[in-house]
């Protein structure tokens, strides 16, 4: 499966963080190789889906250089990646009937895999469930996965209602799939959460040369 034959699928941008280990503010504003590491995921993931939208809360005038629609979560309090996930299911309805999948990743991977949409609908159709989640030398990624507009009210539901916060507990009543990526020479899904990992970053990026 290429990024050419998978369905239709929106990506959104998770950014509705609150980086405190960063200290505040955003973390995808921070840079990596010379650029800000959100400018690094939308330039991976962009090519892969047909739309992108950026989930941030706050206001959204700091963002809108980006140029991308930034969706707020409408779940308060801060209610976690999940939040994120049903505010692009929520917008993907409204505004792209069209499309029935929404793939999500955080804002502070900046080598996010160039395959990663493609290989995410390839998992779930293999094992014929409607999930499908990244894993990495057996670390699941949670939040970087792929969810079918379908399931939006069931979502809902479980936050508002059951107060359900944990990603892979609402995701196992489905069923997911998980596609399976090397960390060698760098762990795609490597995630920069405080200055120690901008400074680790940087020296992936070394290592990495002209792929990165």
């Known amino acids: 499966m290429t990024t050419t034959d998978h369905p239709p699928t929106l990506g959104v941008l998770l950014a509705g963080g609150l980086a405190r280990r960063m200290g505040g503010g955003d973390k995808g504003l921070k840079r990596v190789g010379g650029e800000t ?32 629609p930034i969706v707020p979560d409408d779940v308060p309090g801060f209610a976690g990646p999940l939040a994120g996930v049903l505010a692009a299911l929520d917008w993907a309805a409204r505004e792209r009937p069209d499309i029935g999948w929404v793939a999500s990743a955080p ?28 894993r990495s030398a057996g ?14 009210s069931d979502l809902r539901h479980a936050l508002v209602v059951e107060n359900e916060r944990k990603i892979d507990r609402w995701t196992a009543r489905h069923g997911v799939a998980h596609a399976d ?6 762990d795609p899904f490597f995630n920069a959460n405080s200055p120690e990992d901008l400074a680790e970053a940087e020296a992936m990026m070394s290592r990495l040369g002209a792929s990165a």
């Open 37 to 68: 590491i959100i400018a690094r995921v939308i330039e991976r993931l962009r090519p892969q889906c047909a739309g992108l939208i950026l989930n941030a809360n706050g206001d959204p005038a700091r963002l809108a250089f980006l140029g991308l």
């Open 107 to 134: 804002t502070d991977g900046p080598f996010l895999p160039r395959d990663l949409v493609a290989r995410l609908h390839e998992a779930r159709a293999a094992a014929g469930v409607p999930l499908a989640c990244a």
């Open 139 to 152: 670390q699941p990624h949670p939040p970087i996965g792929l969810w079918p507009v379908a399931l939006r």
């Open 181 to 186: 990526w090397a960390v060698d020479p760098v």
